[in-house]
């Protein structure tokens, strides 16, 4: 049959596929089923992270040991049914049926089914078994499922299935993975186990279609073909070799003509899922239990916490949990990591003098690189709260109870996941937008999601917050964890409002409708949200040493560069007082405001300083200096930078006898005297960066996301006015 489709990915012929495993296996499950935990537990950190050709969704592929066999497991994103709409979906159909270019089609599938949710899980592995790949059962959570009071018959789930192998797992303990191990071992090569179909109809219009076609078609893509249809939104798969132009009329008409002897005047879907589900429920006759239960005080707890109210109120507790102990946790961590900063420093100006590479290694590298380094532990926190959150259920539960204020502003609850990833980064939770189906949802999510605080913003906000919020407590509340809690809300109003705004004008449309299978709360694997923790903190490790650090050398070269003639007068001073009659620490502080004054000055005139100075002017009336201007430009391409170029700049300047960066913007002033860094300006320079958009990769995606610059365009002119207009208004409103 030839079909038309829209092509996902690039040619082959661009791409160096490497394989070094003697088998591949696809991992596929529900959403929430337990599969990336059991993904996780296979692999351990024998894993590489990357997208799909062509495509931003993320490819997670991992190496299992088997005995002596070495198995390559791709983790493909989560799917109720091989029938695709969002493109994570496709891609899952896609490389199942070997389709998807520079991927080659698995040897077997290993399907993972939550034994809490058979109903729904046993759906996809009926449609798994039409394929012509082996296939196994790795039947997750049955802990959980033992809890609620489930006894499930693995063996007559055995027999009822044509004999798959089912494996029994506890992901979270390690419970049942060496049979799991053992199964997967023998798994590729194995040959598939012919089953009787549960839609024979179904299935003879799919042979018959098989038939009519030029070339190889498998019986499951013909069976996908006959219920998605050949149009361009559907999942189609075309028969290799096969031109897209042969024919295409009279396959239509045979297609057209084999869906209504199957289907008749009913959607093909609901049809589907009627007789899928009626076949789920006759098997789970035979092989589910029901016993009683004891009701745990745990469980009492959590369908307290499932209603609108408590649930509303718990979320926000626990999120203001979570950023009082970004604060409070953290401080003794960034203590160290600032002590020992200073003392790198200082030893390498001791050995190499007071030369230009001195500057370069202490002003320039240490300085800046150390003053971003310094917020790793307050990041760690963060993600380690948020990791918790989503490996124990609450993250789903949060989106379920947003759904109607999500609805109210023209969204779905399927929004609410990618604004909560955007609190890590922008970058995955604009690409987690994948997942909706509606285009002006999806677009209308992506321009929201930018203004949710992330990592990057938290280094600015802590610093300044650190130096001008006072650390008063209100009982068992910090002041500045109250102040850096509001700035999340703050930022998911303003996404909020952006979404309503857009959704009311450029994005008009219907309200999308909203579905989500809500998963039972479970206990973390702490094994898992080790090796996540880990990697988000390699990762802001990497930016600080390639990105930032990068950044901090140039910032560093335009402030020393060119050397001013002006500074004759502070090394004829220098060399008069040496040989005068001062000694001691009177002579050191004279040293000390002689250094200050030639590096002021030798700033000022820098390259630095002179950019600084050409767009003082736009951000004067926010009562910004010419060295604020400066870090906030250069830190465009990636907010974070900006606190590097503070350290830098500050570093050799007029401040930089102070102990660390916060007293140093502390003792700015202007020429005439005046503190720069006073409350209105910096709660000003706090609404800028939680509005405007300073991040190249946020652009970039969203660029990729939506085809075109049209809307990463907007997006950053629009976010850089709301985020100027909000600083002018509360520094003139406070001053």
Known sequence: MATRRKEVGVPVSQISVQREADAGIAVVGNPNSGKSTLFNRLTGLSQRIGNYPGVTVERHVGMLKAGDRRIELID???????????????????????????????????????????????????????????????????????????????????ARLGGIPVCPVVATTGEGLGKLRRVLQQLPGTASRPVEPA????????????????????????????????????????PAGRPSDSNADGDARLLNRLRREVFGSEPPLAMEARVRYRHVLAILNDVQRRVPAVTRWHRRITDWLNRPWPGTIGLFVVMAIVFQ????????LMDLIDAGTAMLAAAFTGLLGDGMLASLVSDGVIAGVGSVVIFLPQILILFLFIILLEDSGYLARAAYLMDRAMRSVGLSGQSIIPMISSFAC???????????????????????????????????????????????????????????????????????????????????????????????????????????????????????????????????????????????????????????????????????RIDNEA???????????????????????????????????????????VVAVLGTVYAVGDQADEANLSDRLASAVWPDGRPVFTLPMVLGLLVFYACCLQCAATIAVIRRETNGWRWPAFAWFYMTAIGYAGALLVFRLGS
């Not at 102990?325 to 003794?332: D, H, I, L, Q, R």
């Not at 990697?535 to 560069?561: E, N, P, Q």
């Not at 004067?620 to 907010?639: E, K, M, N, Q, Y």
Request: glycine share 8%; proline share 6%; aromatic share 8%.
């Open 426 to 592: 922008a970058v995955p939770g604009i690409m987690a937008t994948r997942v909706i189906p509606n285009r002006r949802d999806r677009i209308a999510t992506i321009l929201a999601a930018p203004f949710m605080t992330c990592s990057a913003r938290l280094p600015v906000y802590a610093l300044l917050i650190a130096a001008f919020v006072p650390a008063e407590r209100f009982g068992i509340l910090n002041l500045q964890g109250l102040v850096l809690f509001g700035l999340y809300l703050f930022g998911i109003v303003m996404g909020v409002l952006t979404a309503l705004l857009l959704r009311k004008t450029a994005l008009r449309g219907p309200k999308p409708p909203f579905a989500l299978m809500l998963p039972e709360f479970r206990r973390p694997n702490l094994r898992t949200v080790a090796m996540q923790l880990w990697g988000r903190g390699k990762m802001f490790l990497y930016r600080a040493g390639t990105v930032i650090f990068a950044v901090a050398v140039v910032i560093w070269a335009l402030a020393y560069f060119p050397r001013s003639d002006a500074l004759a007068p502070y090394v004829e001073e220098r060399r008069i007082l040496a040989a005068g009659s001062l000694d001691g620490a009177a002579l050191d502080e004279a040293y000390a």
């Open 199 to 238: 839609w024979p109809e179904l299935a003879e219009a799919a042979g018959r279609l098989v038939q009519a076609a030029d070339g190889p078609l498998a019986l499951a893509a013909a069976e996908r073909l006959l219920i998605d249809g050949a149009d361009d939104d559907a999942i189609t798969v075309r």
């Open 325 to 332: 102990a970004v604060f409070a946790w953290a401080t003794p």
């Open 599 to 641: 590096a002021a000055l030798q700033l000022e005139q820098s390259w630095l300083g002179r950019a600084g100075k050409f767009v003082e002017l736009v951000f004067t009336p926010l009562g910004w200096d010419w060295r604020v201007s400066a870090a906030v430009i250069a830190g465009f391409p990636a907010r974070e930078v």
């Open 76 to 158: 493909l994103p989560g799917t109720h049914s091989l029938s695709a709409h969002s493109l994570e979906e496709r891609i899952v159909v896609d490389v199942i049926f070997g389709r998807l270019p520079g991927s080659r089609k698995p040897d077997a599938v290993l399907a993972v089914v939550d034994a809490t949710n058979l109903y729904q899980g046993l759906y996809l592995v009926q449609q798994l078994q039409g394929l012509d790949v082996p296939l196994a059962i790795a039947l997750t959570m049955t802990d959980a499922a033992a809890a609620e009071g489930l006894e499930i018959d693995v063996g007559v789930l055995r």
